[in-house]
């Protein structure tokens, strides 16, 4: 809830088995989009807490609530946390007949991890809570989950078990929002001229999913399509994405305007962040990974790279080069033309997913 980043299966909206879930339920015949739903339920929660504060003022002043990656809130003993959480869905977000359980629990954590990321913070502490059916393999969740904790220095601390028809994790993330005065890096920062870069070519986790759906026609390693070799790590960038926490602290001591994680897919994300910032986009290109197609790089979701806007360039050059880590790769720039977005002087087209309910 503390953000539209919803996460979904690539190159198919968000459900990886066909016919089971692609955000839609069996609801009335008129869905409610995802944007609309979280819309209502902020206005519902912000009466509430406007109700409960002293000053009427929500969000407090310094604090970001729902909107952004994770949620940036003041504590009565002084200082600010960030709240993330994400949910996990067989069958919507992960096929359990493509991804292990070691896979799915790694992933779970390290999604909502990647909303931190985005925000130039480290996670410190989570919460997972599990639901599945009988016969659930939770050792093997927990040991994806463990292994996921120890690459971020997150430390699980606690969470829930309950029976469910299928199988669900929901994670929750508490972290720092980093030393010094530097503010977490948020979607609204970003300025007409500004300019847009990616930690990493984009599309490999769709193309990952292709070839696990298609192993014979789906990756054609060695015919030229695909590199020896490549197959196997576009797979892993599906089943075992890896937040970009090094890239998003980087970025946030540089003083950068303004980031966002995709999991949506680079339209529907980069959309997200200029509608936050009120300013339009020009992309000159889009870095496509090696084995992925332009439409995977555009519109698949799940690469859980960082998207970054900065007014000093070289600054965040220089921070990347200084943290030992790839620079950056250069999308284009922000606008004046709020809502007009680009590719090449052309419409950006659509892409990205949204659940209905």
Not at 40 to 64: I, M, N
Not at 311 to 334: H, K, V, Y
Request: charged share 20%; with cysteine.
């Amino acid at each position: 809830m503390q953000s539209p980043n919803s996460r979904g299966v690539p190159g198919r909206g968000k459900g990886e088995s066909d016919g089971q879930g692609k955000g839609h339920g069996d609801g009335p015949s008129d869905p409610v989009d995802e944007f609309d739903a979280i819309a209502g339920l902020r206005e519902q929660f912000e009466a509430v807490a406007r109700f409960l504060s002293p000053g009427g003022e929500v969000p407090p002043l310094g604090d970001t609530w729902i909107g952004d990656d994770a949620a940036v809130v003041g504590i009565r003993s002084g200082g600010r946390v960030l709240l993330a959480t994400d949910l996990v869905v067989a069958g919507v977000h992960v096929d359990p007949t493509l991804s292990g359980p070691g896979d799915i629990g790694y992933k779970a954590l390290m999604v909502t991890v990647s909303d931190l990321a985005a925000m130039g913070a480290r996670p410190e502490y989570a919460l997972v809570s599990v639901a599945g059916p009988a016969g659930t393999d939770l050792p093997g969740l927990g040991a994806g989950l463990a292994e996921a904790a120890g690459e971020t220095g997150c430390a699980i601390v606690g969470g829930d078990l309950a029976h469910s028809p299928v199988l669900v994790l929901s994670t929750a993330v508490f972290g720092d929002p980093g030393p010094g005065d530097a503010s977490p890096l948020l979607r609204s920062g970003a300025r007409p001229g500004h300019q847009l870069f990616v930690t990493g070519p984009l599309g490999r986790s769709a193309a990952g999913l292709r070839m696990l759906r298609d192993p014979a026609g789906g990756s054609q390693v060695g015919t030229g399509v695909h590199p020896p070799g490549s197959a196997a790590d576009l797979v892993r960038a599906h089943r075992r994405p890896v937040a970009r926490l090094a890239e998003g602290e980087a970025a946030r001591r540089s003083g950068a305007s303004a980031a966002i994680d995709l999991s949506d897919g680079l339209v529907a994300d980069l959309v997200h962040l200029a509608e936050a910032s009120n300013v339009g986009v020009a992309l000159d290109r889009v870095p496509v990974a090696e084995g992925a197609t332009v439409e995977e790089a555009l519109g698949g979701g799940e690469d859980y790279e960082l998207v970054v806007a900065t007014g000093a360039p070289d600054d965040l050059l220089a921070a990347f080069r200084a943290a030992e880590l790839p620079p950056p790769l250069p999308l284009g720039l922000c606008t004046d033309r709020a809502g007009v977005y680009t590719l090449g002087g052309a419409t950006l087209p659509a892409g990205g997913w949204r659940h209905t309910f």
